[in-house]
């Protein structure tokens, strides 16, 4: 049992839904996200309305048992480290061809079942996307619970600016270890800025 307690909620869960916090050494309070700071950690979870939260009631220093400087914009903050981390992975999963962009590249990989995820630009033409919904419809034989995942989390000129000519308007995530760590990011970010039954269509 991996079970770790958010300091806002006390409830107990999986670290993979929740974001770890340490103490550095110089008092300042850092995230975790690849939960490999050394030190006493303290847990929220990943939702950033329960990161404010933390900040507001001042939970860090009593979970952590220390002084701690906390950063007032400290949920805006782990959204820019989110987002960070997942596009960065969308560049490594680009490299090894596990991550695929245009609309007909991404629409085959839909209906023969190698695309894991599907990504648009929140601003992308609705008639695109629509053609993809269909498309995920059709793999999954109408069964809703059968689709894979669907995000809208950042703007094609967001997506231009951060992955050059690596932006896109509609992607697919591949099975792979970086496909797979595209979802992952995809889903916590997601959950972090919508809570847990939003951001994924």
């Given at each position: 049992?991996?079970?770790?307690?958010?300091?806002?909620?006390?409830?107990?869960?999986?670290?993979?839904?929740?974001?770890?916090?340490?103490?550095?050494?110089?008092?300042?309070?850092?995230?975790?996200?690849?939960?490999?700071?050394?030190?006493?950690?303290?847990?929220?979870?990943?939702?950033?309305?329960?990161?404010?939260?933390?900040?507001?009631?001042?939970?860090?220093?009593?979970?952590?048992?220390?002084?701690?400087?906390?950063?007032?914009?400290?949920?805006?903050?782990?959204?820019?480290?989110?987002?960070?981390?997942?596009l960065g992975m969308m560049n490594m999963a680009r490299k090894s061809g596990q991550f695929i962009s245009g609309s007909g590249k991404v629409e085959e990989a839909v209906r023969s079942g190698a695309a894991i995820a599907l990504m648009h630009a929140s601003d992308a033409a609705e008639d695109g996307i629509r053609k993809l919904r269909q498309a995920n419809t059709a793999r999954a034989k109408g069964d809703r619970q059968a689709q894979i995942p669907v995000f809208r989390l950042f703007s094609a000129e967001e997506l231009s600016l951060a992955m050059g000519e690596g932006g896109f308007i509609h992607a697919a995530a591949l099975a792979g270890q970086a496909g797979e760590g595209v979802v992952k990011r995809a889903m916590i970010l997601a959950r972090y800025r919508y809570g847990p039954d939003k951001g994924v269509d």
């Open positions: 049992m991996n079970d770790r307690m958010c300091i806002v909620t006390r409830e107990r869960g999986q670290p993979d839904g929740l974001l770890r916090f340490v103490a550095g050494p110089d008092g300042q309070l850092i995230p975790d996200l690849r939960l490999n700071l050394p030190g006493r950690g303290c847990w929220v979870t990943a939702e950033r309305e329960k990161v404010e939260l933390a900040v507001k009631r001042k939970l860090f220093g009593r979970a952590l048992k220390t002084e701690v400087i906390v950063d007032p914009d400290l949920g805006a903050a782990v959204e820019g480290l989110l987002c960070a981390s997942l």
